[in-house]
T-cell receptor
Framework: AQSVTQPDIHITVSEGASLELRCNYS??????LFWYVQSPGQGLQLLLK??????LVQGIKGFEAEFKRSQSSFNLRKPSVHWSDAAEYFC????????????FGTGTKLQVIP | GAVVSQHPSRVICKSGTSVKIECRSL??????MFWYRQFPKQSLMLMAT?????????EQGVEKDKFLINHASLTLSTLTVTSAHPEDSSFYIC??????????FGAGTRLSVL
């Protein structure tokens, strides 16, 4: 069965600092990997996805993520965090092919301080 | 991009009443939609897969008679929480796959049962 682990429940960074959110996955084949962001009381917005090809994926809002098969990781990064980035971030894995069932990690809540 | 609309965004009801939540794909057809539930400070848990024209597929532990799903058209799936009780209070989110590989999410419905 597919699973996702986000080891950090809560992270606090200063505005302008760099950010890395960790994600480890478990999946038997080549995974479909996603990062979603959820603002308070809101639905989920897709930041970026990885299906195949270049292992460094660029997303919206200046985010990027790197797929590392050897480490079963898909960490999310941003070089300079803005106060508006404060939200909850979910890493997710989907089964390849067809309509996907997506399994989410438990989320990392990002707090940005001035 | 693809848009998924979910209505209502918030509902408060008395214990014992039923509540219907609608999920619509606005600019694409979705023969499959997914319903998730999110408890406070937790991740999204898949409840069921809604299939247009056929019965929904429920995840283990989800009561079929409690959470009725109807996928009546290619753009609409409904989730009815029957005889709601306070423990059903939660954040419910639907999603629909666009072009088979990316889930687009509704904004969610916050259900509060008094």
């Amino acid at each position: 069965a597919q699973s996702v682990t986000q080891p950090d429940i809560h992270i606090t960074v200063s505005e302008g600092a760099s950010l890395e959110l960790r994600c480890n996955y478990s999946y038997g084949a080549t995974p479909y990997l996603f990062w979603y962001v959820q603002s308070p009381g809101q639905g989920l917005q897709l930041l970026l996805k990885y299906f195949s090809g270049d292992t460094l994926v660029q997303g919206i809002k200046g985010f990027e993520a790197e797929f590392k098969r050897s480490q079963s990781s898909f960490n999310l990064r941003k070089p300079s965090v803005h106060w508006s980035d404060a939200a909850e971030y979910f890493c997710a894995v989907g089964n390849s092919g067809g309509y996907q069932k997506v399994t989410f990690g438990t989320g990392t809540k990002l707090q940005v301080i001035p | 991009g693809a848009v998924v609309s979910q209505h209502p965004s918030r509902v408060i009801c008395k214990s014992g009443t039923s509540v219907k939540i609608e999920c619509r794909s606005l600019d694409f057809q979705a023969t499959t939609m997914f319903w998730y539930r999110q408890f406070p400070k937790q991740s999204l848990m898949l409840m069921a897969t809604s299939n247009e024209g056929s019965k929904a597929t429920y995840e283990q532990g989800v009561e079929k008679d409690k959470f009725l799903i109807n996928h009546a058209s290619l753009t609409l799936s409904t989730l009815t929480v029957t005889s709601a009780h306070p423990e059903d209070s939660s954040f419910y989110i639907c999603s629909a796959p666009y072009r088979g590989d990316i889930q687009y999410f509704g904004a969610g419905t916050r259900l509060s049962v008094l």
